[in-house]
């Protein structure tokens, strides 16, 4: 590496000069070099050399920012690599153009749920958004919004307020009748039942599903797919006695519970975790209706 | 927010019925149609044609419960669009019984414009 | 103002477990996290939780393995401790829904793992702490436990008395992202520190975005000494391209490694003769690297990880998980084809110190989960140890600040359990520069309550508005991405006094040019850009103490590799290495290591796998 | 307290570029559905002249068949209700949990279907209309 013959150098004509010296030569040319450090000159030079580029439009708001309360979109121009995400683009062009663009994302793998985005037209996860797989993705321009239906915070961060009062109300807990009395003893539970409820439990709450809903853009007390389909991974949990599940059917067979599913599919459609929304919400349908039928 | 989802009015029972109606619907429009375009043609109707039909008991009877079950159906159905896009308070009370009245109209002159067919009124 | 008897600093796995106890005990407890709960990087944890369930195993030989894993460096007590109480936090969770896999008789199934002598590792398919988490948040519903999400905690309130140990914290101040509004928050009980990880240290890492080590930084500057930071551990199946993690399950279930060559090379190449690619991570990581650095590596940066043998129905039942992420993430099909991966960033063994109740030195400060070191992972944690670790000390915590009588911890903490002092050889002097800094001087005048809050308040608005105002300066992304070029150049896998000393320089520099840094965004609504600048300050801290821990460090323990040192001192270096803040210019000291369990005291012996 | 910005329902009628099959199902099942229930109420009132008389019956019928218009407007209706039938078959399939996976496909069946009924029944329903 050249840094490495370059101390080598040093070294040879400066030995006479005290240790410390050299040491604040040293940190002076650190000091230089870092401050020449400039994200936006190296985003020229890396769009330069990069083979492919993309551009970027983005949904722009804040009510605070003169120029930024009446909605705008932004066109940012990215060097493209394989592999590179929708959130990847939003990074770099945040870290290199304008750190006041905002968004949610943590975990980068799917699992946090933090960066649901209206990309080209559809509700997606940013980071598991492979710009090489949108359609004539060097050619025209990506369109990067909030999740709509929900109101929006700034820029493409929504109130997701709404969202979490919904799926709480569906009382989203296991609450076993009772459980069992020795010690380190485990409730059993069959790998069938796992397995009905598996898919269930990967929702990671990004409320994709919601925003994709017309009937919850309609009625804004719809409990809507996540949170019916919370009440189902619960519901079918065998874990859970009878009269939980009751309990359960109660609440999901309300005016705006189930019934107002649609069964558009656009919540399974969008799901980034391939949770069949429409399929649960119909079981818990049919539960409701044999359940009712009982006491005719 | 869980307080707003008390309400245990409703019980899926007319989501049931839409779909019980709807099976029925299905054989009976089938056949209304074949009926009145491919066996008879619309264009050659004439009142003592009708008559001959309607005064056959489960013809009659078929046509009533058609008219009834279509009507829920119908009905039942756009009120529910218009609840799913958001319809609630007063308008939608309002909705509600001018389309209950509306049902009840539609039925009665029906059902009054069937006897005439059948030859029962005149 | 706001006032609980229990304030519980992030909303992961530790943070919401201890919510859960100190609720237990009756307190009125209150979650404040800078995301939501169910946003936690806890949800990213894939492979499993290990407890000694069954009549075949016992928590003896769980603390066995994990003492060893340590690599003697975790203290008796605290192993001990979590051993024993794992077994009840497993059924706990099952108890409150968690869904497990099951074995054919309906109970929990158990997997092995690496650096394990049963197999103890229960799991929920490849995606145990997304199930972990969302059981965690439920019950937290359930009790109806106060959140306050999106809530940026930026500064303890702790008393300024001259030694840490006189100290007293009785809150936190945070800031609401959404609003831009500052708030003090005050705890009767105590505060909890659950802020998780550092891996945004490293550029190179499983870590979340908002793992910036918030709270080792946070309680360092307040005075509380953290442990062992250079204790990074490099989880050796990452892949390349993000540093998405992939599963110890899958090794566990029987994944093989492969080099360029298609050589099997933990077994033929002789890093791990017996347990091969289940050896401990610190093992293979280096084994990877090594093939790499001698040119066997794919494309001179990575190693295969196959699965294909294990059969599409296995891999579907227990990986499937790891099937989208290598597909999303690499664009690769694991059931047609190997997966690239090499080592990156996943884990900071050491941390906040606390004791087996997760007690700091500062009265009222509590920490718990991957921010704090009750020393039980020592020099390198094993695989499904980490789950368990912060329920069992998430509990402890919850319980203690809840006002549960825990017994006498055994481990010492503060500088009174110092057993020796010593000067580090840095090249540049580490710590705050000049008295402009926060967090200086200590004067003891500080002690009343609101007061103390109050103060901090003032302090946290200022240092807002200041950088909400400046107009022109340093961009944080830019310090932030030299810090962390320079931490996975030189505090890497394999470590060197140069490359040490160089890191040390140029956090300096980083250091230097925050003192310019400013807030390009002027607005108080959702402003992640003063957020991330804010992180930007505490990525710094820690970045430097990890550097000057592996510095002082001059021995080749677990995951610590010293070039000039290359092999384990017993005799030297069975001791913690501490740092504390020391108003500013840190101080290094050494702490013993605790081998001394209940029953029997733990014999270093050679860790071969 | 910050304010937010509501899109509203504005911005959503324009995105009926971006939907997907299960929403185009729903959407012409509603607009069929409005269609037929606003044809029984013609359909009884027409039929109401029984009431007055039986010439004026017969003679309203055969005056309103014999206009090329209506029998356009029949065909018309045909597709509706047939669209309506058969789509209503495809949602009774979902709510019963089958074939869920194809709901796609089977709402492009059903309007192939459809279209090829009402081709069909063009020649019986034009006869002797122009």
Redesign the interface.
């Known amino acids: 590496m050249s840094t490495e013959l370059k101390e080598k150098e040093t070294e040879a004509e400066t030995e006479t000069e005290s240790a410390s010296s050299r040491q604040s030569r040293r940190m002076e040319q650190k000091r230089q070099r870092a401050s020449r450090r400039d994200l936006k000159e190296e985003a020229r030079e890396e769009i330069d050399d990069a083979d492919d580029t993309i551009e970027i439009k983005v949904f722009r708001f804040d009510p605070e920012v003169a120029g930024k309360e009446e909605p705008r979109f932004d066109t940012f121009h990215v060097p493209f690599f394989k592999g590179m995400t929708v959130l990847d683009a939003l990074i770099y062009a945040r870290d290199h153009y304008d750190t006041s663009l905002t968004f949610r994302h943590s975990c980068r793998q799917a699992i946090c749920g933090s960066d649901a985005l209206f990309v080209n037209g559809t509700q997606r996860l940013g980071c598991k958004t492979q710009i090489a797989d949108l359609e004539d993705h060097l050619g025209s321009t990506i369109r990067i919004e909030p999740l709509p239906h929900q109101e929006v915070v700034k820029d493409l961060v929504v109130d997701m307020e709404h969202f979490y009062d919904q799926m709480e109300a569906v009382e989203p807990f296991f609450d076993a009748d009772e459980l069992p009395e020795g010690e380190l003893e485990e409730q059993r539970q069959d790998r069938e039942n796992r397995e009905k409820i598996k898919m269930s439990t990967r929702c990671i709450w990004c409320g994709a599903c919601m925003s994709s809903c017309n009937i919850a853009a309609g009625d804004n007390e719809y409990l809507g797919p996540a949170a019916i389909n919370k009440a189902y991974r619960f519901a079918m949990d065998e874990r859970e006695g009878e009269d939980r599940k009751q309990q359960r059917l109660n609440i999901i067979e309300q005016e705006h519970g189930v019934w107002r599913c649609q069964t558009q599919f656009s919540c399974t459609e969008v799901c980034p975790k391939d949770i069949p929304l429409t399929e649960h919400i119909q079981e818990l349908k049919r539960e409701a209706v044999k359940n009712n039928l009982k006491f005719w | 927010m869980a307080e707003h989802y008390s309400s245990f009015e409703y019980k899926g029972t007319r989501w049931f019925l839409q779909r019980i109606t709807a099976v029925f619907l299905i054989g009976v429009l089938a056949f209304h149609f074949m009926l009145l375009h491919f066996v008879n043609h619309a264009a050659e109707v004439t009142f003592l044609g009708t008559q001959a039909r309607m005064q056959q008991v489960g013809y009659f009877g078929t046509m009533i419960a058609f008219l009834v079950t279509a009507t829920f159906h119908g009905v039942n159905g756009v009120y529910n669009a218009l609840v799913n896009q958001g319809l609630s308070g007063t308008r939608r009370s309002t909705v509600k019984w001018v389309l209950v009245v509306a049902s009840g109209v539609l039925i009665l002159q029906g059902v009054r414009t069937s006897l005439y067919m059948a030859g029962i009124l005149s | 103002m706001y006032e609980h008897d229990v304030l519980v600093i992030g909303g992961g796995g530790a943070g919401l477990r201890a919510a859960i106890a100190a609720h237990e005990e009756g307190a009125d407890v209150a979650i404040v996290t800078k995301l939501h709960p169910v946003r936690s990087h806890t949800g990213a944890a894939e492979g499993g939780i290990n407890a000694a369930l069954r009549d075949a195993d016992s928590w003896e030989d769980h603390a066995y393995d994990t003492m060893k894993g340590s690599d003697f460096l975790g203290d008796a007590p605290a192993i001990e401790t979590f051993a024993k109480n794992a077994p009840d936090e497993v059924i706990n969770l099952e108890h409150w829904g968690m869904p497990f896999s099951r074995e054919d008789d309906g109970r929990v199934s158990q997997r092995p793992f690496g650096g394990l002598s049963f197999p103890r590792t229960t799991y929920a398919g490849a995606e145990t702490g997304h199930h972990m988490l969302h059981t965690m948040y439920e019950q937290v519903v359930k009790r109806g436990i106060e959140v306050y999400d999106e809530w940026y905690v930026s500064r303890l309130a702790v008393t300024d008395h001259d030694d840490p140990e006189d100290r007293v914290c009785h809150g936190c101040v945070a800031y609401d992202i959404q609003s831009g509004e500052i708030g003090g928050f005050r705890a009767t009980g105590g505060v909890i520190l659950a802020t998780g990880g550092l891996g945004q240290a490293f550029d190179h890492t499983t870590n979340a975005v908002a793992n910036t080590g918030d709270g080792p930084a946070m309680a360092y500057r307040a005075g509380v000494p953290v442990e062992d930071m250079e204790m990074i551990q490099f989880h050796p199946t990452t892949l390349p391209s993000t540093g998405v993690l992939i599963s110890e399950g899958v090794r566990g279930e029987g994944g093989i490694l492969y080099n360029g060559d298609g050589e099997r090379f933990m077994f033929e190449e002789g890093y791990a003769n017996n347990e091969g690619e289940l050896a401990s991570r610190d093992v293979v990581s280096r084994a990877e690297l090594t093939e790499v650095n001698e040119g066997k590596g794919i494309e001179d940066e990575y190693v295969h990880l196959d699965m294909r043998h294990l059969g599409e129905d296995r891999i579907l039942d227990r990986l499937e998980n790891i099937l989208h992420l290598a597909e999303d993430f690499e664009g690769v099909d694991g059931l047609e084809e190997p997966m690239p991966v090499k080592p990156g960033q996943h884990y900071a063994m050491g941390g906040i110190e606390v004791d087996e109740n997760g007690e700091t030195c500062i009265n009222g400060l509590y920490a718990a989960g991957e921010c704090a070191c009750v020393s039980m992972h020592g020099a390198n944690r094993l695989g499904g140890n980490a789950l368990p670790e912060l329920l069992v000390f998430g509990a402890r915590a919850g319980y203690h600040a809840g006002g549960r009588d825990l017994g006498e911890a055994r481990i010492g903490t503060g500088p009174s359990a110092m057993s020796e002092e010593e000067e580090v050889d840095t090249p540049v002097s580490p710590g705050a520069i000049g008295v402009g800094d926060e967090d200086v001087a200590a004067d003891g005048a500080l002690v009343d309550p609101s007061e103390v809050i109050g103060h901090h308040v003032t302090v946290e608005e200022q240092r807002v508005t200041d950088l909400l105002e400046k107009d022109d300066g340093v961009n944080h992304a830019e310090v932030r991405a030299d810090v962390q070029e320079t931490m996975t150049q030189n505090v890497n896998v394999f470590r060197s006094e140069d490359n040490l000393k160089e890191a040390l320089e140029d956090i300096r520099v980083a250091r230097e040019r925050y003192q310019d840094v400013y807030v390009r965004d002027p607005s108080r609504t959702f402003n992640t850009d003063l957020i991330h600048t804010i992180e930007t300050r505490n990525l710094i801290d820690v970045a430097e103490a990890i550097t000057l821990g592996a510095l002082a460090r001059e021995e080749f323990r677990g995951a610590h590799w010293r070039q000039e040192h290359q092999e384990r001192k017993d005799d030297e270096w069975i001791k913690h290495t501490m740092l504390s803040w020391n108003d500013g210019s840190p101080k290094l000291y050494y702490k013993p290591v605790v081998l001394e369990g209940e029953d029997k005291t733990y014999e270093p012996k050679e860790r071969s796998y | 307290?910050?304010?937010?910005?509501?899109?509203g329902?504005i911005?959503?009628f324009g995105?009926w570029?971006?939907f997907?099959?299960?929403?185009w199902?729903?959407i012409f099942h509603?607009f069929s559905?409005?269609v037929?229930?606003g044809y029984?109420?013609t359909h009884?009132?027409v039929?109401?002249t029984?009431?007055q008389s039986?010439?004026m019956?017969?003679q309203t019928?055969?005056s309103l068949?014999?206009l090329a218009i209506v029998r356009v407007l029949?065909v018309g209706l045909?597709a509706v209700?047939v669209f309506h039938?058969l789509n209503?078959?495809r949602?009774?399939f979902?709510?019963?949990?089958v074939g869920?996976e194809a709901?796609?496909k089977s709402f492009y069946a059903s309007l192939a279907v459809s279209a090829a009924i009402v081709v069909a029944?063009v020649p019986?329903?034009l006869?002797?209309?122009f």
């Open positions: 307290m910050s304010q937010s910005y509501d899109r329902t911005e959503d995105r570029k971006e997907s099959a299960g929403m199902a729903w509603k559905g409005w037929l229930i029984l109420f009884i009132a039929l109401s029984a009431t039986p010439e019956y017969t019928i055969r068949e014999s029949e045909l209700a039938i209503g078959v949602l009774l979902v709510d019963l949990g869920l709901q796609d029944s019986t329903f006869a002797g209309a």
